[in-house]
């Protein structure tokens, strides 16, 4: 669907992003011809608020993961407005929600998919627990090994390492990486099992390429369910490189693969620890669930719903 954008743009802008390597005046030059108000944010919730008080036009978002998460959330508060339509201009490390929906990361090819105007309604999940209460991501949410190797993939080893710094991060982590007891309830029916990696993906990639949720469709009104069991530390470094790959391992021996619409997840003490697109949620009791076609987004030439094989 292709659509002619109303005259109200509002650009929120993470200067910080990707090491603050964009230069916000010349992307102010690439977007040339639209009526701007251009927001660059200084601290945490500054792209929450700024996204929570935009009702209606363009919402064009120039950050990472985070910053996109920070800014769904704003939108979240706010009901997510039925004539509010976001777009990518993707400005971190990793880029991970840019890569399902196929927007470039040069800033002229993400500039031109914005002009282009193809527009779908996408799923959100909202996730719950006892420490964050409420929020929203349309991503991928990890909990294990996925998460502490987020938090072990800090600022420092990212510039280093690029895209490659999650494979070097996922090596150190791995190593003495303690697997979980956990039950899950998929709409209702319970499952348990010895876990080193669990995916909640609405979209299907983490942590700067990893294939975290390699069939999620974005717009079926589910959510993906990916476990990795306790398949020893071998059979899990044979999986790391093939993800990383952007190779579909569904099939591969200890891989739980489930979907539904509402997700509880329990662990044993120590609980299992998510993130969501990077940020800690909590290693208490977690729920999972998905909100159909609640957010219009800019997708590129190349997206697909439902992802090949």
């Known amino acids: 669907m292709e659509e002619t954008w109303a005259a109200r743009t509002r650009v929120i802008c993470n200067p910080a992003s990707g090491g603050g390597t964009w230069e916000p005046d010349l992307l102010r030059e690439e977007l040339s011809g639209f009526e701007l108000d251009w927001i660059e944010t200084e601290g945490p919730e500054d792209a929450t608020e700024a996204a929570k008080e935009w009702h209606d036009g363009l919402l064009i978002v120039i950050g990472g993961d985070g910053t996109i998460n920070e800014v769904l959330n704003g939108l979240g508060k706010a009901g997510f407005p039925e004539n509010v339509t976001l777009a990518l201009l993707p400005a971190g490390t990793g880029n991970d929600l840019a890569a399902t929906l196929a927007v470039p990361e040069d800033p002229d090819e993400a500039e031109d998919v914005i002009r282009r105007n193809r527009v779908r309604s996408l799923d959100v999940a909202r996730v719950r627990s006892e420490s964050i209460g409420e929020r929203f991501f349309i991503n991928v949410a990890t909990g294990g090994i996925g998460a502490e190797i987020s938090e072990a993939n800090y600022e420092d080893l990212k510039s280093k390492w690029g895209k490659l710094s999650y494979l070097r991060a996922s090596l150190e982590i791995a190593r003495n990486f303690d697997v979980k007891e956990i039950t899950l309830y998929l709409d209702s029916e319970e499952h348990r099992m010895r876990a080193i990696n669990l995916a909640v993906g609405n979209c299907r990639y983490a ?27 071998k059979e899990l470094l044979k999986l790391t490189p093939t993800a990383l790959a952007r190779s579909n391992y569904l099939d591969k021996e200890g891989i739980f693969f489930m979907r539904a619409k509402e997700i509880h997840v329990e662990s044993q003490p120590p609980g299992l620890e998510f993130t969501v697109d990077g940020e800690v949620i ?7 669930a998905v909100i159909p076609r609640a957010l219009k987004l800019v997708v590129g030439l190349e997206y697909v719903p439902e992802p090949k094989e």
């Open 282 to 288: 909590g290693k208490e009791p977690t729920e999972f």
């Open 207 to 233: 942590g700067g390429g990893w294939l975290a949720a390699p069939k999620a469709n974005p717009e079926d009104g589910l959510l993906d369910v990916v476990v990795i069991e306790d398949v020893g530390l």
